[in-house]
């Protein structure tokens, strides 16, 4: 998936989102060995979903009231793929480089955040359901529940159409399809 504008449109994020942010993710996917084309297709769906369509590293919405409220509080939800807890804190930052644990908000760094999310994303074998097509639980292990299911899928639904567009159009250019 290249084609930023139709990425974006598809995912309904911000271009200029997209293209500063989704560069980074791809990257971090490949390194963790996590980069086949179903699993981008999964992640840029599920970061659309988790970054409530900003497609930028976020910090949990809430009132203070709210957040402090939590069980995992400070340790509540940042980045692209909403890490929170803090044993997930120490295990990602350790991952980045960085201390999570004394400066959790370094979560919200695009750099950081998409080192989490691949590793992440890795050790919960997203990646391995995406690649058997099993959307309905790349959504499950990755949420630990179905919160965000409808659009994750409708997401996943307008990505691979325009896959198979993309697909078409390319295959036109080589002269291996004529219509």
């Known amino acids: 998936m290249n084609a930023s504008e139709d990425v974006a449109h598809a995912i309904h994020c911000p271009r200029a989102n997209v293209e500063a942010n989704w560069p980074k993710v ?8 996590a980069g086949s084309e179903p699993s981008q297709l999964a992640a840029l769906a599920t970061i659309a979903v988790e970054s409530a369509w900003s497609f930028e590293p976020i910090k949990e919405f809430g009132s203070e009231a709210y957040l402090t409220a939590k069980p995992y509080y400070p340790y509540f939800g940042r ?6 807890w803090e044993d997930a804190y120490r295990k990602y930052g350790q991952v980045c480089g960085v201390d999570l644990i004394a400066q959790p908000d370094l979560a919200c760094d695009p750099d950081n955040s998409a080192k989490i999310f691949a590793a992440q994303w890795r050790d919960k074998q997203c990646h391995i359901l995406a690649a058997m097509d ?3 639980h790349v959504r499950i292990r990755w949420n630990g529940g179905t ?8 997401c996943v639904t307008r990505l691979q159409a325009l896959q198979a567009a993309q697909t078409v159009a390319v ?6 399809i004529s219509v």
């Open 79 to 84: 980045g692209f793929g909403q890490i929170t």
């Open 134 to 136: 099993d959307w309905r």
């Open 26 to 33: 791809q990257a971090a996917l490949e390194a963790v060995g």
């Open 171 to 176: 295959a036109d250019l080589d002269g291996e």
């Open 147 to 154: 919160n965000g299911m409808d659009e994750f899928l409708a």
